[in-house]
């Protein structure tokens, strides 16, 4: 049977991977948070257990259960099952998500800001896939924010993507509306 994983970040956004196959899912008991590890520029997006918590992405196939290309990107996670969370309209498969537990890294002693680039990548595959409401639902269901690094015009994220003026515009919105400090 062919595996499927839970994507909550970056792989929301269809254009930074090569799984086509992606449908709209929720993971009911999770909740996203920055996590600040030790030896990091930036802080790192992770899903974490939150039996009180649901948040929205894409499940997407692993063809060949060959999960090589998305374990190397994923390499700071953990992959886990998640099939007795995720909900989906594919029927009974196997189902992974990434996270990085608390425990696997050092923690950075101070926070790591969080890069623009890569933000903007969430941002745009939550607006395109369920649209604006849901990027007020990302924000959020996500913790663990500190300031945010603009490298919008160096973008440092690997697979970071051009944004319409009205995407950047929701980015700078929701950061404005909580008072996340840009730097």
Same mark, same amino acid.
Do not use: K
């Given at each position: 049977?062919? &595996?499927?994983?839970? =994507?909550? =970040?970056?792989?929301?956004?269809?254009?930074?991977?090569?799984? &086509?196959?992606?449908?709209?899912?929720?993971?009911r008991g999770w909740r996203r948070v920055w996590r600040h590890i030790e030896g990091r520029d930036h802080a790192v997006l992770t899903a974490v &257990?939150?039996?009180a918590s649901e948040i929205e992405g894409l499940?997407?196939?692993? &063809?060949?259960?060959?999960w090589r290309a998305l374990d190397a990107r994923?390499?700071?996670?953990?992959r886990v099952d998640a099939a007795a969370h995720v909900v989906h309209d594919i029927g009974e498969v196997p189902m992974a998500i990434y996270w990085i537990p608390e425990a696997k890294h050092i923690l950075a002693s101070e926070p790591r800001p969080v890069l623009l680039s890569y933000l903007d990548v969430c941002v745009q595959g939550y607006l395109r896939e369920f649209g604006a409401e849901a990027v007020e639902r990302f924000f959020d269901t996500t913790d663990g924010w500190g300031s945010v690094r603009d490298d919008r015009a160096a973008p440092v994220y690997p697979r970071a993507q051009q944004l319409e003026s009205v995407e950047m515009e929701l980015v700078d919105q929701a950061l404005a509306r909580?008072?996340?400090?840009?730097?």
């Open positions: 049977m062919t &595996p499927y994983f839970f =994507g909550y =970040g970056s792989l929301v956004n269809r254009a930074t991977h090569a799984y &086509p196959d992606a449908r709209l899912a929720r993971a &257990p939150d039996e499940v997407a196939a692993v &063809p060949g259960a060959d994923e390499a700071a996670y953990d909580r008072g996340i400090l840009r730097v």
